[in-house]
């Protein structure tokens, strides 16, 4: 009987460390990169010079990728894109979103359950909102019932004004709980800010911002629920110098709670050029930028499951950037797998 007590006990802890992925304690990561899987579409009459701030959920089968895309013409907009296997990425048809004629970029996308619609969120300018809300540019949204549709996509509402003193917003990020919608933002000088609502308020009635996390970060903040855990990763990008970029990750253990670090510095951090390897020694990104996990759902909670991490990030070589304006560096998309 003791024996088997004892099997027992060794087999269930045993299971129980294999839940338990390693980069949840000693905060360590090691990727390999797929090679470019998405450049920028070619396209005559307004010429694309990068896809970049990729958004990503898999729903029915299927990825769809909603990314940046910056041209000559028009400087910043949002494409979709859809295909049910990497392989396919490349070739699957561009769709330039229609629901505003101006300025967005750095879109999120996910499924809010309670309205039973798709999000986009975004930062955007209009000048005819400066009237409404206080400030042309900020933080937007748009919905839709059919994510598979590109021009059923509503046009662009402000979320409100997000500007801290004389900072202003950058790449703004929705997560919700059993109760709350968080909205995170970056301003550039080192700080991560987040504000809230209600559920039953969202996508309005948000508070006034708070001080989140500061850090040597940069922008472009990402913040995930880690499925079968009461804890929270938040990703943050960093620079190492003007050249290349990396990603910081922190844990919390609610949406408002302390950031504590996991990975924070240039020599361990969660994903840049010392932890990647790329097929064939073929290294195609000095930068690893604009990472976004892909979910385990496409819901407004965004879970991840952690021991299956993947990310779509966008990436350029340091010898791409030099010499040009930094709206036409040949930023690409490709996946990090652990």
């Not at 004892?6 to 802890?13: A, Q």
Request: a neutral charge; aromatic letters at 14%.
């Amino acid at each position: 009987m003791r024996f088997l007590l004892s099997v027992c006990c060794f087999f269930s802890v045993a299971v129980l460390n294999a839940a338990e992925p390693d980069w949840l304690n000693d905060g360590r990561f090691h990727w390999k990169s797929s090679g470019p899987l998405v450049a920028p579409e070619n396209r005559p009459d307004d010429p694309c010079f990068s896809v970049k701030d990729p958004t990503i959920v898999f729903y029915e089968g299927r990825y769809h990728i909603f990314a940046t895309i910056r041209s000559e013409k028009r400087t910043h907009q949002i494409e979709y894109l859809t295909f049910t296997d990497w392989k396919d990425a490349e070739k699957s048809k561009r769709h330039v979103l229609k629901m505003h004629p101006g300025f967005f970029c750095a879109p999120q996308v996910f499924y809010f359950t309670p309205h039973k619609k798709w999000y986009l969120i975004c930062q955007a300018s209009d000048p005819s909102w400066k009237e409404k809300w206080g400030a042309e540019y900020g933080a937007a949204f748009s919905t839709t019932k059919d994510i598979t549709k590109p021009d059923s996509w509503s046009p662009l509402e402000p979320l409100g004004a997000r500007r801290v003193g004389d900072n202003a917003g950058l790449d703004f990020w929705v997560i919700c709980d059993s109760s709350k919608a968080y909205l995170f933002f970056t301003t550039l000088n080192g700080k991560m800010w987040r504000e809230k609502t209600t559920l039953d308020q969202f996508p309005r009635g948000w508070s006034e911002p708070k001080l989140a996390l500061e850090a040597d970060i940069f922008e472009a903040s990402h913040t995930y629920k880690i499925k079968g855990r009461e804890k929270y990763l938040t990703l943050v990008e960093a620079q190492n110098g003007p050249a290349w970029r990396y990603y910081k990750a922190y844990l919390a253990d609610r949406l408002d709670g302390p950031w504590t670090p996991l990975a924070d510095s240039k020599e361990k951090n969660f994903a840049g050029k010392n932890n990647v390897s790329f097929p064939n020694d073929k290294q195609w990104a000095d930068s690893i930028s604009h990472v976004e996990l892909i979910r385990s759902g496409f819901d407004e909670k965004l879970e991840i499951d952690p021991n299956h991490l993947q990310l779509i990030y966008q990436g350029v070589l340091d010898k791409d950037t030099g010499g040009i304006p930094y709206g036409q560096i040949p930023w690409r998309l490709g996946i990090l797998k652990m």
